[in-house]
């Protein structure tokens, strides 16, 4: 099967690219179905790579209460939520209805509905709304409220909780000067160098598709 364009890197040698999904057991008809949707919508998902790893994560961390910013068609919420079980509480949150809608469809398809809460809106005011800490926070808003999340998200995870953020290499150009006018690629670049430079938190960064940050919080 051919990747989709929408799960390229933008950096990763295409050979390489390929052998690596093609390692990938498949998926299941839902899974399937929100791949499909997403590669003819052109609809930002982070593909079954990136999800085979979140859902690693959850399941050796014990995450049980998760708070997603940004989600989209909620590909990601039904990996994490599959991960964490059925006693886990997995927030989603998106600004567009439409999307949201969608997404509870695929939660109900998938099984996973009760262990999702639906919120639609502005991610960190949805985040701001909502009490309590989190096992887990998963970032992946406008590159350009990047360092903005960090700020209203780091003090909302446990200790020895994960903050984890996507598209942390952004087709490669974190790693070039940002042009002029470029916000998304500058709060990509401030959000690194926030998570790497802090003293509270064990950071990595991992160049799986477009980039995956992962920080435990010390």
Known sequence: ??????????????????????????????????????????????????????ALLVQISGAKRIFELGSAIGYSTVWLARAAGPQAEVTYTDGD????????????????????RVETGDALTLLKKTTGEFDLIFNDINKREYPGAAKAALPRVRRGGLFITDNTLWSGKAARKAKAGDADTRGVQELNRMLFESKDLFSVLIPLRDGVTVCRKL
Do not use: C, W
């Open 97 to 116: 209805p439409e999307n949201a809608k969608r997404a509870k469809a695929y939660f109900e398809r998938a099984g996973v509905a009760q262990q999702i």
């Open 1 to 54: 099967m051919k990747l989709p364009e929408n799960l390229r890197s933008g950096f990763m040698d295409e050979k390489v690219e390929d052998y690596l999904y093609a390692l990938l057991p498949p998926r299941d008809e839902v899974v399937r179905d929100m791949e499909e949707y997403a590669a003819k919508h052109k609809t930002p998902i982070i593909g079954p790579a990136v999800a085979r790893m979140l």
